[in-house]
């Protein structure tokens, strides 16, 4: 079986600025430039110049930052879906439960902001209720008008 040795020609013409940003977002997706040349139909020479500016490889840069921060969404979706059908399954032990709450857990960690500290001082009075008769101690009771 031969091959062909043709070569697949594209205009070197001026390229408008969304076959620049189609090119980039291609790059993004780590496709290899002769694939990238061919799919945004420009000349390869036209993609390594453009490979040359370092304004582009900025934009390519940026699309890569939100595939990859997309991607990222999308497994971590994907995984807490998964914990959760574990969480919530009937047949599930609680050893099971414990560690898909556990995971969860993780996974969550880098999203949810920390609760600030207590500073002693501030805020409301730590409310300690007495074992025999359920009520708060005297010092935190509403006092009663005097008339």
Known sequence: MSRSNSKEVVPDGPKTDSERDTAAMQLAARLPKAQVARLSSVARSTLYRWWEDPGFQEEVQRYREVFEGNAEQRLLVQALAALSSVLTDPKATNAERIRAAEAAQRLLRPYV??????????????????????????ELAPRRAVS
Not at 114 to 119: E, S, T, Y
């Open 113 to 138: 902001r920390p609760p600030a500290p207590a500073v002693v001082g501030q805020g409301h009075p730590r409310i300690v209720f007495s074992k025999r008769t359920a009520q708060a101690p005297r």
